[in-house]
């Protein structure tokens, strides 16, 4: 692809986060070619729009949790989609950058193909995990996938994909957390703080957070602890109260709900954590916990034989070795959470130890602003004088 001074852009991400990263990485791509008149257009956010581009559709029409609401969407997908087609014919892009939002942009990528366009994947579809077929779709449209996590690399290589490691955006956003918490301790003696952190779903929090709490009402009859669910932004704090009265009704167990904030977490002694994004939250702000996670028993009969990972827990996957115990379903039971958060508060050696395959870890990661990278890779991939 020849360096130009004018460029075009299709940009698609189907979500808030990804209408940060999209952002941030025009925004670096105008750092890095301050003399090139950039022309971009998708879909995407409030902060894209602010980076430059036209927005086609608004990730708030695009954005679903479930089966259920993406089926609502639907009307709006085949709305972008025809949209995106039908504006690429008439004016071909130099690039697509497709973030996230693999359910919609994996077969845009293969109309994008057909059209002779290159595509460059950001933040990949969790293969790893779960449908990993979707690899040959991959290997056959995407040009370049720029992933988060270090092994994500070395799996898309093996298969055959051109696939660069930037730097994991959780990692760069924590960077600091750890030293800036330990630097507000008082110093006094206090009771042991445990964090419970059942998810950002209703859902989720309706199978989780009761096992968690009978978890720690059982550590409470032997241990005088503060314990502390922390509530994610898309869940409201009267719905947890509701669930959490009944455990304090008759109990001496103090359960208080605090806003999601890494510097409060970073302050906990142990915590219990739903798999998810908040695990490697946990490894990085260096909180010794144990990952638990629930389904209805229909559900996780249904969709475990698609799951093609070894272990449930992305802190875990990260670390490519079991840091930390998992309670997944039937063993995720009171006794268990309860008995394990006990044994990890008495055992200063494994809270230690824990801490320190923490650090190893998030070296791996590093702090890099993987936006930042994400556009250095593009330049140097796509838009280099001498071309691929």
């Not at 942009?105 to 969790?126: D, E, H, M, T, W």
């Not at 008495?346 to 930042?372: I, M, N, P, Y």
Request: hydrophobic share 45%; charged share 25%.
């Amino acid at each position: 692809m020849k360096a130009d001074k004018d460029r075009k852009l299709l940009v698609v991400c189907g979500e808030t986060s990804g209408d940060a990263h999209a952002a941030g990485i025009l925004d670096n791509l105008k750092r890095l070619n301050p003399e090139v008149a950039w022309k971009v257009y998708g879909s995407g956010g409030r902060k894209l729009k602010e980076a430059g581009a036209e927005i086609m559709l608004h990730v708030s029409r695009l954005s679903a949790i479930g089966p259920g609401a993406a089926l609502g969407n639907l009307g709006n997908y085949l709305k972008l989609r025809k949209s995106i087609l039908k504006r690429i014919a008439a004016e071909p892009p130099d690039l697509a950058v497709l973030v996230d939002f693999p359910d919609f942009n994996l077969p845009l990528a293969r109309r994008l193909k057909k059209a002779g366009i290159p595509v460059c994947y950001f933040i990949s579809p969790q293969l790893w995990a779960w449908r990993k077929s979707r690899i040959r779709q991959i290997k056959k449209y995407v040009d370049l996938m720029l992933v988060i996590f270090p092994f994500e690399e070395s799996f898309y290589r093996e298969n055959g994909v051109q696939a660069v490691y930037v730097g994991n955006p959780t990692a760069a956003r924590l960077a600091g957390t750890v030293e800036k918490a330990a630097s507000s301790r008082d110093g006094s003696p206090s009771r042991p703080k445990v964090a419970l952190l059942p998810g950002s779903r209703v859902k989720e929090v309706e199978q989780i957070l009761p096992v968690m709490l009978r978890g720690v009402e059982f550590v409470s009859r032997e241990r005088d602890i503060e314990f502390q669910v922390f509530q994610a932004p898309e869940i409201k704090r009267e719905f947890l109260e509701e669930i959490i009265r009944p455990f304090m009704t008759g109990h001496s167990l103090e359960i208080e709900v605090v806003e999601s904030d890494p510097e409060l977490l970073a302050l906990s002694d142990c915590a219990l954590v739903k798999s998810g994004t908040s695990t490697l939250e946990a490894l990085l702000l260096e909180v010794p916990f144990a990952m638990v996670y629930r389904l209805p028993r229909l559900s996780y009969l249904l969709l475990r034989p698609f799951v093609r990972t070894r272990t449930f827990c992305l802190a875990n996957l990260v670390a490519e070795r079991r840091l930390v115990p998992e309670f997944i379903q039937g063993d995720a039971t009171a006794k268990a959470l309860g008995a394990y958060i006990k044994d990890l508060l008495a055992d200063r050696e494994k809270q230690a130890a824990q801490k320190k395959a923490f650090r190893a870890v998030a070296r791996r990661l590093g702090s890099g602003d993987a936006d930042r990278r994400a556009a250095e890779v593009i330049v140097e991939t796509f838009f280099k004088p001498s071309g691929i």
